[in-house]
């Protein structure tokens, strides 16, 4: 059989890039080389990655800065996201290009495009805030930022309390014919990292929105808009699993998309952990012929691609 070069979108988890920024440095050493591993067996890789505790980070140091000078406004979410995309894009490029570099590839083109992704004003999702950002809070501080910054806050777990936004679904990738010609023309293109930066269209103006987009759905986004062959969602584990964690876990190596809607419908998967990861995965398999999803660990991309291991989501 002959191989066929493939165009995959890859989304990379938080697990794939540390918590701190050390572990950053180390982490996108080991991304880069499963990445690498695919870019020499001849496909044409396009990354999204997560930014979880990075836009923490920046949120916490940002909020920190406010307490310390009142003087200094609060800096929005929208452009804590970007703060992250061009930090992790700046790392992982790095990394990406140096060991290209060691593998014989001295035409190393890697970029990273800081991507708005526009949302619905509307989403219902805006109406029920529910993914916790930032630090914790005794209730005066809780109080306090309520009532300076108009956040919406809510008690976690016990723990203290946490802001709250929204996490809409992407609507359009607003630098998507950017993409496509880099992509075209062969370059290994960072983009929409930590779901992108999420806005919304007032007349001509794109305004930046407190909101968090699930990355694997902006990557289900993507690769339909790039008409990719394949999206590859990288997670903590090898195989996506039915009746996880029971005497009767069973893991899956294929699910039909019929068979995949089934088991969402039977709540199989974890909100918030698997079960966006299996949607995402199903939005872009149903949307074509051809096109299909994997869901498996970093370092099992490259036998995942070659049908050896992970869950593959297919028509």
């Keep these: 059989m002959m191989f066929r070069r493939k165009r995959i979108v890859i989304a990379l988890g938080g697990n794939a890039l540390g918590d701190t920024?050390?572990?950053?440095?180390?982490?996108?050493?080991?991304?880069?080389?499963?990445?690498?591993?695919?870019?020499?067996?001849?496909?044409?890789?396009?990354?999204?990655?997560?930014?979880?505790?990075?836009?923490?980070?920046?949120?916490?140091?940002?909020?920190?800065?406010?307490?310390?000078d009142p003087t200094h406004p609060n800096t929005p979410l929208s452009m804590c996201v970007a703060m992250s995309q061009a930090y992790i894009g700046y790392d992982l490029q790095n990394a990406l290009r140096e060991e290209l570099r060691k593998r014989g590839f001295m035409r190393t083109p890697v970029v990273t495009v800081v991507t708005q992704v526009r949302v619905d004003p509307d989403d219902p999702a805006f109406q029920d805030p529910s993914k916790p950002i930032g630090h914790f809070m005794s209730r005066?501080?809780?109080?306090?930022?309520?009532?300076?910054?108009?956040?919406?806050?809510?008690?976690?777990?016990?723990r203290g309390y946490r802001r709250v936004v929204a996490s809409p679904k992407p609507v359009e990738i607003v630098e998507q014919d950017a993409i496509n010609s880099l992509v075209d023309a062969n370059k290994i293109v960072i983009c929409c990292g930590g779901g992108g930066i999420p806005v919304v269209l007032e007349g001509d103006h794109l305004r930046g929105t407190s909101a968090v987009i699930d990355k694997d759905f902006v990557s289900a986004l993507l690769a339909k808009q790039l008409d990719a062959d394949m999206?590859?969602?990288?997670?903590?584990v090898e195989k996506v699993a039915i009746?996880?964690?029971?005497?009767?876990?069973?893991?899956?190596?294929?699910?039909?998309?019929?068979?995949?809607?089934?088991?969402?419908?039977?709540?199989?998967?974890?909100?918030?952990?698997?079960?966006?990861?299996?949607?995402?995965?199903?939005?872009?398999?149903?949307?074509?012929a051809g096109?299909?999803?994997?869901?498996?660990?970093?370092?099992?991309?490259?036998?995942?691609?070659?049908?050896?291991?992970?869950?593959?989501?297919?028509?």
């Excluded at 309520?146 to 809510?154: E, M, R, S």
């Excluded at 998309?257 to 199903?282: C, D, H, T, W």
Aim: proline fraction near 3%; charged fraction near 20%.
């Design 243 to 288: 009746n996880f964690g029971r005497e009767n876990q069973e893991w899956l190596s294929e699910m039909t998309v019929s068979q995949a809607r089934r088991y969402v419908e039977e709540n199989q998967f974890a909100p918030g952990s698997m079960l966006p990861k299996v949607q995402a995965a199903i939005d872009f398999a149903s949307s074509g």
């Design 231 to 236: 999206l590859v969602i990288l997670t903590a």
């Design 140 to 158: 005066e501080e809780a109080e306090f930022q309520a009532k300076t910054y108009g956040h919406i806050i809510k008690e976690d777990a016990g």
């Design 21 to 68: 920024l050390p572990e950053q440095m180390i982490a996108v050493k080991h991304t880069s080389r499963a990445l690498c591993d695919l870019i020499e067996e001849g496909h044409q890789v396009v990354v999204v990655h997560g930014n979880g505790p990075q836009v923490g980070l920046i949120n916490n140091a940002m909020a920190a800065l406010t307490r310390e």
């Design 291 to 315: 096109r299909t999803s994997m869901i498996t660990l970093l370092e099992k991309a490259r036998e995942g691609i070659m049908g050896k291991t992970g869950t593959l989501i297919h028509l």
